[in-house]
Every structure is written in structure tokens, then in C-alpha cells.
């Protein structure tokens, strides 16, 4: 990943992955394909892996795990909150219901304070801490919204106690070893200990290990992080829901900076060619980010939901391909 010109990182899912597919991605300018274990099994990654293979023995392959993470509790149907509505947040893996929503990290009622703005589903819906008692948070609802079952939460600015791996991140780090994969981006990672509990798991077998930066405390110790790993990835998409969203470019360009002089490897990701979801064509901003990423310094840029489930994948492969080329 350090070739003058920049990589392209293409993700790939179990539901569009034969052999031609992915001929087709690096045929365009993919390098790398990318596997998000959010939404594979151990058993459909094998055979991506073998697809990638038997297409090219020339593209890398990179496991993104889950990593700690915060979600709600499964819904029997979509939950509609209004605005200024009082409601609940237990730490608990019942049912959601309109009166309680429950999630899965058991500390969570600990290591929420009063006053916290909770955010859910990428920050579409937030929360108010108004106090805590009985084992609950007891908060307000700041925006009208819809939860749906196992969304994601975050709390900005607070610092939660989550175990650096979990028991799937285990499973795919397994089958990363025993498939001799080529990089592990990890998510969530808070400091020089996430990236060290990768590193004693797979001491056997030692693999690349990339720190998804996305989360203040990602950022605020980012040194000591890029100590310990192969490099990192700016995932704009978390670290926009933790920091505000005009602060991130900011903090994109820093990071890259901050890699470059310490000659570790960066990945750009997240929302590069979005609209090309359903669009053939990117748009002029979407077209200039990639260019400025490029710009920067950046040594690879990711395609996420452009390829891994939109209309044009081969066509957001060719176009990130020619920007880098430019």
C-alpha cells in the first residue's frame, strides 16, 4: 500500500462475489477487496476469499471486523419517538419496546453520565440523559424519529468501557490467520491496547493490522496507536457521528499528515462516490474529496456501499481509479 499511486479498496459482499465480479472490480483499478464481517459469516467469507482468488492471485484481501460497539436490542416493530417524549435505556438484551430501549454492553448505565446527548441509528436520533435511576437512564427524546432493532448508539465525548475484542472479532481473526490474510482493519480502535490485543491473538500467525480511526478517543491517541499498528483508516462515517461533522476534514487531513511523517500507510474511507449507489456519474464534490484525499497524501481510498450493494460498482471502481491516476 505504499505504491506512488494510490490504492483502491473495494468492498465486496457474500450476495455479489463470483470470480468474474471481482475480475471485472480489478480489472477497473481495484487492489484491494475489503470483507465486512458486520454483515458476513465465517463461512461466507471463506468463499469471497475464494472467489478473490481463484479471479486474481494479484489483489489483496483486507478483514474489517465489528469491534466494540454499542447497539439497540431487537425491535417486534418499528418504534416511532417524538420529540420531547420521556423514555428509558436499560442495559439488557430483552426486547425494545416503546416504553424501554435496551442495549448490549452491560456498562453502559455506569459509564453514561447525566447530562450525555446519546446518539442512535448513525446519529439520526438523539437523546438527553435527564437522570439515572433504578439501573436506567432516564432521558428525552430531542428529535422526532423511527427505531428500527439492532441500530447503532454512541455517545459522544464519553469514554465507555468496551472489551477491545469480541467473541466474533475472534472468529474472523481466526479465519484470517488460517487464510493468510493479507490486512485486518479493526474497528473502534481507542488506544495502543485495542491494537495490542489483536497482536497477542494472532501472535502465532502476526497479521497487518490497520486501526479504524473513528472515535474521539481514537484521535486523541492517535501516536500511540500508530506505535502498535501497520497503519490506520480515517472512517468518516463513525467519527462523524462522534465529532461534529465539520470538524472532520480537519481531523482527515491531520491524520493523514500525522501518517505520512511517520511513513505508516492511510486509508481514506467512507461516502467517497456515495451517490453512485443509484447514480451512474459522481458528483463535482464527491469527484473533488477523492481528488484532495489524493492530494493529501492519502495511500488508499475505500469504496463501502458503492460497491458492495450499488447499481454501478464497476463503474465507482473506474472513476476513484482515473481520479487517482490524474
Do not use: W
Not at 197 to 219: D, H, L, S
Amino acid at each position: 500500500m505504499r505504491n506512488k499511486q494510490t490504492k483502491v479498496v473495494a468492498t465486496v459482499s457474500d450476495q455479489r462475489c463470483g470470480p468474474d465480479f471481482i475480475k471485472q472490480l480489478h480489472d477497473n483499478g481495484m487492489d484491494v477487496v475489503r470483507l465486512n464481517t458486520a454483515h458476513q459469516t465465517p463461512e461466507t467469507c471463506l468463499q469471497v476469499i475464494k472467489n478473490i482468488r481463484e479471479a486474481s492471485d494479484k489483489i489483496a484481501i483486507l478483514i474489517d471486523t465489528k469491534g466494540p460497539e454499542v447497539r439497540t436490542t431487537a425491535v417486534n416493530a418499528p418504534i416511532e419517538l417524538k420529540r420531547g417524549q420521556d423514555i428509558i435505556i436499560r442495559a439488557s438484551e430483552s426486547t425494545t419496546t416503546a416504553d424501554a430501549i435496551h442495549v448490549n454492553y452491560s456498562g453502559f448505565v455506569k459509564d453514561v453520565p447525566d447530562s450525555s446527548s446519546i446518539l442512535m441509528d448513525d446519529g439520526d436520533l438523539e437523546l438527553k440523559v435527564i437522570r439515572k435511576a433504578n439501573d436506567a437512564l432516564h432521558c428525552r427524546v430531542m428529535n422526532k424519529g423511527t427505531l428500527k432493532s439492532h441500530k447503532s448508539v454512541n455517545v459522544p465525548g464519553i469514554h465507555l468501557d468496551l472489551p477491545s475484542l469480541t467473541r466474533r472479532d475472534k472468529e474472523f481473526l481466526q479465519l484470517a490467520m488460517e487464510q493468510d490474510i493479507d490486512f485486518i482493519a479493526h474497528s473502534f480502535v481507542r488506544n495502543a491496547d485495542d491494537v495490542k490485543a489483536i497482536q497477542q491473538f494472532c501472535k502465532k500467525k502476526p497479521i497487518r493490522i490497520i486501526a479504524k480511526i473513528e472515535n474521539t478517543q481514537g484521535v486523541e491517541n492517535l501516536d500511540e496507536i500508530l506505535d502498535y499498528s501497520y497503519g490506520v483508516m480515517v472512517a468518516r462515517g463513525d467519527l462523524g457521528v462522534e465529532i461534529p461533522a465539520e470538524e472532520v476534514p480537519l481531523i482527515q487531513k491531520t491524520i493523514i499528515r500525522r501518517c505520512i511523517q511517520r511513513a505508516k500507510p492511510v486509508i481514506t474511507a467512507t461516502q467517497m462516490l456515495q451517490s453512485m449507489i443509484e447514480n451512474p456519474r459522481p458528483t463535482r464534490a464527491e469527484v473533488s474529496d477523492v481528488a484532495n484525499a489524493i492530494l493529501d497524501g492519502t495511500d488508499a481510498l475505500m469504496l463501502s456501499a458503492e460497491t458492495a450493494a450499488g447499481k454501478y460498482p464497476v463503474a465507482a471502481v473506474r472513476i476513484m481509479a482515473k481520479v487517482a491516476k490524474r
